[in-house]
T-cell receptor, first 117, second 117 residues
Framework: AQTVTQSQPEMSVQEAETVTLSCTYDTSESDYYLFWYKQPPSRQMILVIRQEAYKQQNATENRFSVNFQKAAKSFSLKISDSQLGDAAMYFCARSGAGGTSYGKLTFGQGTILTVHP | GAVVSQHPSWVICKSGTSVKIECRSLDFQATTMFWYRQFPKQSLMLMATSNEGSKATYEQGVEKDKFLINHASLTLSTLTVTSAHPEDSSFYIC?????????????FGPGTRLTVL
């Protein structure tokens, strides 16, 4: 089964500090994509960052970076210099790169991030 | 950037009636669209894959006769919840990758909140 697990239902961080959200996944595929999505109260899904499994280099997008450990099937998100606007629900997700799982996103349970001023 | 719209944004209906939700890619073509359901404070669960010009494929446990999907054109997919019941109340979200584009880049609609009385 292709599963994604986020073990932190809630996290909090002080403004300007750094926070790391955890994610592990299970897959039998050799090629796949991993994502972090942000869902603010508006519920519009926003892509934060993506990682292609065959790339060893960790993806970065401004204040957002990931720690991708393929052997351990771990994909954590680090948010640096946290801002009030980062407060949201964060979902870790994976999709297949081919076959029957092509493009289908499997989401983790989500982590609610609170940013304190 | 690519935009996906959904209509309506919210709908309230009586038990036993049918409700149609539209998902449109406004500035790109999408031969494939995905439909997700999200219960309050929960994750997104893939319901089905909508394919232009062919039958939709449903995830295990999703009743295809209850959730009718029609992908009539390269920019429009519709989800019809037939004989809706209170347990169908949920937030329905569609997503679409750009045809010919990278499957790891999907665009999400803003979602439709369905309430069945």
């Amino acid at each position: 089964a292709q599963t994604v697990t986020q073990s932190q239902p809630e996290m909090s961080v002080q403004e300007a500090e750094t926070v790391t959200l955890s994610c592990t996944y299970d897959t039998s595929e050799s090629d796949y994509y991993l994502f972090w999505y942000k869902q603010p109260p508006s519920r519009q899904m926003i892509l934060v960052i993506r990682q292609e499994a065959y790339k060893q280099q960790n993806a970065t997008e401004n204040r957002f970076s990931v720690n991708f450990q393929k052997a351990a099937k771990s994909f954590s998100l680090k948010i640096s210099d946290s801002q009030l606007g980062d407060a949201a629900m964060y979902f870790c997700a994976r999709s297949g790169a081919g076959g029957t799982s092509y493009g289908k996103l499997t989401f983790g349970q989500g982590t609610i991030l609170t940013v304190h001023p | 950037g690519a935009v996906v719209s959904q209509h309506p944004s919210w709908v309230i209906c009586k038990s036993g009636t049918s409700v149609k939700i539209e998902c449109r890619s406004l500035d790109f073509q999408a031969t494939t669209m995905f439909w997700y359901r999200q219960f309050p404070k929960q994750s997104l669960m893939l319901m089905a894959t909508s394919n232009e010009g062919s039958k939709a494929t449903y995830e295990q446990g999703v009743e295809k006769d209850k959730f009718l999907i029609n992908h009539a054109s390269l920019t429009l997919s519709t989800l019809t919840v037939t004989s809706a019941h209170p347990e169908d109340s949920s937030f329905y979200i569609c997503s679409a990758p750009r045809s010919g584009g990278a499957i790891d880049t999907q665009y999400f609609g803003p979602g439709t909140r369905l309430t069945v009385l």
